[in-house]
């Protein structure tokens, strides 16, 4: 790691990865298990998911309730609803969507004083600055995650959080987004446009206060991807990656002896069913080990481009509860 500061003592903890291996529920079990350790949490998704609150609503009535002071938050203006809302999940845990064209409108908003949101929504020089800047909601989302971070916020009753954990976009386009600061960096050179990019850039730079968790699986491609997320997190932010987590892992079952053992289960002799059974118990377990064998050639290519590795082990279920959501974020918590 960068820091020897565990990731849930920064401010700020972003979560990436290939679409497809976890990302999500890795973010989730990080949010429940800063929350169970009293940190006032927010997950943060981007877009239309509130993943995780359809998840927590699930949950046994020990989970809910209001999460030590205040109910849900609403956002400023003219344009609540439920996108936008801090939403109170349970104790010291809660969870808001983003989206980039609402974050835009609070934005600016904030900048022009109290001008009415759907009187900006339909103005000329909101649909031009949307239209015509390059990564302007990429910016401006970044700007909402910076500013759930601080102590004094924009809002003058809004909560505070001692931890925000970001579910970014996946290793494909979260790039563009944790960059956009600089891109408007090097348009706006002067005035609150580039001011607030500064400090969301700051933020983004500094290893005391922001983290980066990449999440993948022990596949070829996914594990291309994260190194070369590594790449690019390095060479645009000059960060590294603090840690990855390499999710659904199976475990290395069998030692060379017992392989070999395995491997006369069906030798000459036997017959019949007997056979038959034994043939295709030594079948199953001889994939069951090349595959785990695989996924370990994998993780060790990842700790070879000298990245920090934890497993998550293969759950066998169709879905995973909040319970085992939880159990994996106290494991995590532990060694992150």
Do not use: C
Not at 38 to 65: C, F
Not at 293 to 300: K, M, P, S
Request: hydrophobic share 45%; no cysteine.
């Amino acid at each position: 790691m960068t820091n020897t500061a565990s990731l849930l003592e920064r401010n700020l903890v972003v979560v990436t990865g290939k679409g497809g291996v976890g990302k999500s529920t890795i973010a989730a079990a990080l949010g429940l298990a800063a929350a169970e350790r009293g940190l006032r949490t927010i997950v943060v998704e981007l877009g239309d998911q509130r993943r995780l609150a359809a998840l927590i609503a699930d949950d046994s009535p020990d989970v809910g309730g209001g999460g030590g002071g205040g109910a849900a938050a609403s956002s400023a203006g003219d344009v609540a609803s439920s996108t936008g809302a801090e939403t109170a999940l349970g104790q010291n845990l809660w969870s808001v969507t983003i989206d980039p064209d609402r974050a835009l409108l609070e934005w600016l908003q904030a900048l022009g004083g109290r001008i009415p949101g759907r009187v900006l929504a339909h103005s000329g020089t909101f649909q031009y600055f949307a239209a015509a800047a390059p990564g302007a909601r990429e910016l401006v989302s970044m700007v909402k995650v910076w500013e759930l971070t601080r102590s004094d916020r924009w809002r003058r009753r809004a909560q505070r959080y001692d931890l925000v954990v970001l579910d970014a976009p996946a290793t494909g386009h979260v790039l563009g987004l944790l960059h956009s600061p600089w891109t408007f960096g090097a348009i706006a050179r002067v005035g609150p446009i580039f001011g607030q990019a500064e400090q969301v850039r700051e933020l983004l730079e500094d290893d005391a206060r922001s983290g980066y968790l990449a999440v993948t699986q022990p596949t070829d491609m996914a594990v291309g991807e994260t190194l070369d997320l590594r790449d690019g997190l390095n060479s645009q932010l000059g960060r590294e990656l603090d840690a990855t987590i390499v999710n659904a892992t199976l475990p290395r079952r069998f030692d060379a002896d017992e392989m070999a053992r395995i491997a006369r289960l069906d030798g000459p002799g036997l017959g019949g069913r007997d056979a038959a059974v034994r043939r295709s118990a030594r079948l199953a377990a001889q994939a069951v080990h090349e595959r785990a064998r695989i996924q370990h050639n994998q993780i060790a290519r990842l700790r070879r481009g000298g990245l920090e590795t934890q497993t998550v082990p293969f759950v066998f279920s169709e879905q995973l509860d909040l319970n085992a959501i939880r159990s994996i974020g106290r494991r995590l918590a532990e060694r992150l």
